[in-house]
């Protein structure tokens, strides 16, 4: 269909208002403001910095832990500590492991589990801040405009078309119809986080995988208020052990924020072998265990999301840069799996992402050759140091918790390289085994108050959609779904979804049948990963549609 697209040209279009898309906008504008000043030449403008945002509001679509290493938006931001709204310091850094009915303290905490001068924030009002400096410096944030389609041109990418407005869903314009916009950028900054839409098909349409592929994991979360002394502010605890199987890289946590306030969730990779297995459910029994129930007791759920996270490291960084084009954060897999950080290094790759732009646009050349800067300057920061020394790290727990431990051992200390370097990966979907006959497990149905069957947490993310608007989960073929996947893997997608959007609907005749209930999404992207036959494809929903993570 021929659709006529107003056209916008940009300096620089940024897809993704997070941690690493913001400051790469900031960082640009204030160069900007600086070499305008001093008179360089050509003279520049913070306004031709374009920055899309699928979220109804900047923040809304945040989740993460969070503890943040305060170190790259110190060199953001000089005077964050007075600004940022950032809620405690970290006090007390505890490792614990669990049996069903004990809790045992590791006497010493392991370095990755350290966090002394680190921060214990809510990611979705950090970046609603840094949101609020990045439009005050100048640079137009558009809301509720999610980046649908990338236009490429050449060997690279020259822009995006962001998503058609008020279509219904069979695909017909409504009385609202408005079509998305052509944005044309000098050079175009993939911001999206965690398996973003666009990178995906940029990463495969120019080949510009590592040696791995990347691995995710999942992390389920729920904030709650809970009653007065259960929680010091800044006290932090990681937990190993039940209820995550032995052969699942996984662990919980807990973060206390102040005003009794405390953050909760678990995180697996995706990779495990039981397509049965439900994360959601292993996050709710979780909850009862002694330490944690007694934590929560008499407390109150206030907010819950989920939301995937890449687990692969250095060997699994696509190559960041195309003609035209930049990829940055998440997207670009800056994150130190063993220490579940990626907030400090998503805002240094949008910093010096921003200061190779910078140069490009000086010298009017936004071809690979100039943006090549980027990853250079990656390997020359801290970015590639920290990853550097994990990068066998996740790999490791591919087969399981024991076989990793006795590897992370040795990667300990040869700073990084440990038995096997590099040690190969395989997509986190190929650890499926078949479920032979087995009978689907009771699905978990919570008691109201501690635990809580999926429907409940969904209301608690405050996602929201327009219902009537194509399906934001295009599946290339259901027919593999009703014949092929229930027989061998019992559709995993009813398991791993955090937000109960697939179900297998039984029919009187015939196999049964997938029912998609899409308003439900929370944006987590874990389909797209975790689908045994990768026939998912997440893509763009109508603009602002998605969770409200206000707090998280
Ligand atoms: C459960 C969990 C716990 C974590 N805990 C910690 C922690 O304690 N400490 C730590 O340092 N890190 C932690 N992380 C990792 C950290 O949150 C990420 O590394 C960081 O948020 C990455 O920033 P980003 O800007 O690259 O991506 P994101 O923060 O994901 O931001 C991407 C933004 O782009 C938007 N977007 C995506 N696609 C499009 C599109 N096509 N068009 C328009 N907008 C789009 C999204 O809505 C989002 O707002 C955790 C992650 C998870 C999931
Ligand atoms: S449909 Fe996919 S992206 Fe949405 S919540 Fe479920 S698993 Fe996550």
Sequence with gaps: MGIEREQLEADVLIVGAGPAGLSCALQLANLIKKHNASGGKPELSAENIYVLEKGREIGAHQLSGAIMNPKALAELVPDFEKAAPLDTPVTDSAALLFTKNSTMRFPITPPPFQNTGNYVISLSKV???????????????????????????????????????????????????????????????????????????????????????????IGIKELWDVQPGRIQPGYVAHTLGWPVPV?????????????????????????????????????????????????????????????????????????????GGLIIGDSGGFLDSQRLKGIHLAIKSGMLAAETIFEALKSGDTSSKTLSAFPKKVEQSYIKKELWQVRNFHQSFQHGMLRGFFHAAFQQVTGGRGLIDPMRAHPGHEAYKKINGRVAPERFKGDGQ??????????????????????????????????????????PCQYFCPAAVYEMVKESVGPPKLKINASNCVHCKTCDIADPFQVIDWVVPEGGGGPNYEGM
């Design 127 to 217: 970046t609603k801040w840094l949101g609020g400096l990045v439009e005050a410096a100048g640079v137009n944030v558009f809301k509720e405009f999610g980046g649908a389609e990338l236009v490429y041109e050449g060997d690279g990418i020259s822009g995006v078309i962001t998503e058609d407005k008020g279509v219904d869903k069979n695909g017909k314009p409504k009385d609202n119809f408005t079509p998305g916009y052509e944005l044309r950028g000098k050079v175009t900054v993939l911001a999206e986080g965690t398996r973003g839409s666009l990178t995906k098909k940029l990463v495969s349409a120019k080949k510009l995988d590592n040696i791995n592929p990347q691995s995710y994991g």
């Design 247 to 323: 052969s699942i890289y996984g662990g919980g946590w807990i973060y206390g924020l102040s005003n009794n306030r405390v953050s909760i969730g678990l995180v697996v990779a995706l990779e495990y072998a039981d397509p049965q297995f439900d994360p959601h459910a292993a996050f709710q029994t979780w909850k009862t265990h002694p330490f944690v129930k007694k934590l929560l007791d008499g407390g109150k759920l206030v907010r819950y999301g989920a939301k995937s996270l890449p687990y692969g490291g250095w060997y699994a960084v696509p190559r960041t840069y195309v003609d």
């Design 450 to 491: 501690l635990t809580f069957d999926r429907l409940t947490d969904v209301y608690h993310s405050g996602t929201r959609h327009e219902e009537d608007q194509p399906c934001h989960l295009r599946i290339a073929d259901t027919n593999i779904c009703s014949t092929k996947c229930v027989v061998e893997y019992g559709n």
